[in-house]
């Protein structure tokens, strides 16, 4: 047995006849932390009441503390019996079955079912034990919306687990599951962003919490090549600028933290942070962070938060702070997220001024390089770079970086995968102009090409970009080959479609609706997008709280959620973007009325505002296009039913 897997495992009929205190010894021996005198006297109330309640389940296997490294938690006890996998939590005390107690054991069920190779295809029943809760009638059966056998957690107490258990094991059996292959099973992550920034500040390797088979790109390749980097700038003086490109959801926020959170280190000089001018993935971040280690560490969340606020910045403080100075930064090593959206020179100069800077002549990539500038001797600039992404007036994309490379600091070495060359990286730019006279490195693990965000399928960004280029026969068949595994809906009905997102999510499985920033005919259905969301509530906060996407009163638009994630997700279609004689149309609503946005790059602007949208959801999602109303000239039929026509002509089925 693997021992940082379990901390005691064996045959149900071993387990039985042992004293009680050679088993506690074992799990005492592998523990890792601190042994509180409450966890010790929890293991031996499981030890004894497990003996007693599996004495007559023969050909079993009992595992207790086995490690879920993704959630960063252990499960209780787990029960291999007649092929079925039992995951047994034990609320030592508790007299009733409360929601987060049956939420975490559903949670681990689903954990193991999705990221755990020998669970994938076995069949998994959750157990909430609430010892002084009163006895109440369980069904065996599996959930609702997804047939993936995983079964309805059951709830028991201490006295009725012994007959529950006889119960399971007489009427559930399957194929044999090797006790010992199943415990050393390969383990393949694929964190939330939220889940990764928290395990990689607790002190995880990405290698734990990232995928590495052989159908995911490795994300610690990419940190290697980084790591390299930032060593070879170091020990030769030198000033280096990497890019790190991938298709959403591919990793390059994880990639990013991750380098940051290793070269995090004052006493090596090269201090490192993570900057964004993403604020809602900024104030998500740094509030997860805060209060996991308030939780963790029993801390007030006011220190844990400044702590946090140190390690990821928004990328605007760090430029004004540069601003009232001109003394190099403390920061050796820099993380710019998204740096896609980092600003024009006009953009910049119009902010500036509403500052009082009224001379202003630098675009954002040019001043963020100048910062780095400063130092005598080494820097490394890191920018993640996500193709089509580029949702807002006045981003400027990576061109504007190499231009500023180009005409400034032309001594910096640039390091590029040959991946680059994509028009939705370019902006159509040629390569031999956006090199020009600079010294420019190609390695192509700098190119994350592989999305993760959507582990049930990795090709739905790939759906999404020829859905929006409308290439519908390769839009087709990539939509036949994900939608056996990753669901995409079409409704025009809203109470379906929160029905559905409701019947789909498990345990704490999140969903919430998402729309453009342009959709303001919505709001008649309650679909208000002009009313901000606060985002640590809307991404973090539990299904009881009216705050949280849970309620699906509040709608996170494209700038709320890029970089960011839920499980399903209901996207809410208006006539911004329509589909008319054969190709995508861009309008803009202003006042009372809609309007034809006619500079392309507004035009581009949109369409990546929807491929935001439709690359946001982790397991699945349904697509809400009204029906339009003819007494309302806003409202159209006309205006949605060609963008609904379009969707169904490429396979996405109705409901």
């Known amino acids: 047995m693997d021992m940082e897997r379990a901390y005691y495992s064996g045959k149900v009929e071993n387990f039985y006849l042992k004293n009680c205190d050679e088993i506690l010894g074992e799990i005492v021996r592998n523990n890792q932390f601190a042994l509180e005198k409450k966890q010790r006297n929890t293991w031996i109330y499981e030890i004894q009441l497990l003996q007693n309640s599996m004495k007559d ?152 919490i990232s995928r590495n088979d052989s159908d995911a790109y490795n994300l610690s390749l990419t940190t290697e090549e980084i790591n390299k980097i930032i060593d070879y700038a170091k020990n030769q003086n030198q000033k280096c600028i990497c890019f790190i490109t ?49 939780e963790r560490l029993n801390i007030q969340k006011g220190f ?39 600003w024009t020179r006009e953009k910049t100069a119009k902010f500036m001024s509403e500052k009082g800077e009224m001379n202003w002549d630098l675009s954002e990539p040019e001043f963020l390089i100048s910062i780095m500038d400063r130092h005598k001797d080494w820097a490394v600039i890191i920018c993640l770079i996500g193709g089509g992404q580029e949702i807002n007036t006045g981003e400027a994309g990576l061109p504007e970086w190499f231009s500023a490379l180009r005409l400034n600091f032309s001594h910096w070495k640039v390091f590029i995968s040959k991946q680059i060359h994509y028009n939705e990286y370019t902006q159509g730019v040629p390569l031999e102009q956006l090199f020009k006279n600079l010294s420019v490195n190609v390695i192509d693990k700098l190119h994350l090409a592989v999305s993760v965000r959507s582990f049930r399928s990795e090709k739905v960004s790939e759906f999404v970009k020829l859905l929006l280029d409308v ?136 369409k990546n505002a929807y491929r935001v949208l439709l690359t946001r959801a982790r397991q699945g999602l349904i697509i809400f296009i009204p029906e339009g109303n003819e007494k309302d000239y806003t409202r159209k039929i006309e205006y949605y039913d060609g963008t609904y026509n379009y969707l169904k002509s490429i396979g996405i089925k109705e409901i």
């Open 471 to 606: 290439n519908i026969n390769s839009a087709k068949k990539i939509l036949l080959n994900i939608n056996s595994v990753y669901p995409i809906i079409l409704t025009r009905n809203l109470d379906v479609a929160k029905n559905w997102v409701k019947t789909m999510a498990r345990g704490t499985e999140r969903y919430g609706i998402i729309a453009s920033s342009g959709a303001k005919r919505l709001k008649s259905f309650g679909i208000w997008i002009q009313n901000n969301i606060t985002p640590e509530n809307w991404f973090l906060n539990k299904s009881s709280d009216v705050r949280s996407s849970y309620y699906l009163e509040d709608t996170a638009t494209e700038f709320d959620i890029q970089g960011l994630e839920i499980d399903w997700a209901i996207v809410a279609w208006d006539a911004d973007l329509r589909f008319e004689n054969g190709n995508f149309e861009a309008y803009n609503f202003i006042g009372s009325r809609w309007n034809t946005i006619k500079k392309e790059i507004d035009k581009m602007y949109l």
């Open 246 to 294: 991938g298709v959403p959801g591919a990793g390059k926020t994880l990639a990013g933290l991750n380098i940051a959170n290793i070269r995090h280190n004052f006493d090596e000089d090269e201090h490192a942070v993570f900057l964004s001018g993403n604020g809602p993935l900024v104030y998500v971040l740094r509030e997860a962070l805060a209060r996991d280690e308030a």
């Open 304 to 342: 844990a938060k400044r702590k946090a606020n140190a390690f990821i910045q928004n990328v605007h403080h760090f430029r004004d702070d540069a601003i009232k100075s001109n003394k190099a930064p403390i920061e050796r090593v820099v993380v710019f997220d998204e740096a896609q959206r980092a």
């Open 57 to 208: 389940l023969i050909n079993s296997y009992i595992i207790f503390e086995y490690t879920i490294p993704r959630m960063g938690d252990r499960i209780d006890n787990v029960l291999i019996n007649n092929g079925i996998i039992y995951l047994i939590e034990f609320k030592v005390g508790e007299n009733a079955y409360p929601k987060h107690a049956i939420d975490q054991v559903f949670d681990y069920a689903l954990d193991l079912k999705y990221f755990h190779k020998e669970s994938n295809n076995k069949k998994i029943v959750p157990i909430c034990v609430c010892t002084n809760a009163p006895e109440i009638k369980n069904e065996i059966v599996q959930t609702d919306g997804i047939e993936d056998g995983i079964f309805k957690p059951v709830c028991c107490n201490k006295t009725n687990l012994k007959q529950t258990l006889e119960i399971l094991s007489n009427k559930l059996n399957d194929n044999y599951i090797d006790p010992l292959s199943w415990i050393n099973s390969q383990y393949m992550p694929t964190p939330t962003i939220i889940e990764a920034a928290q395990a990689l500040y607790r002190g995880h390797n990405v290698k734990e």
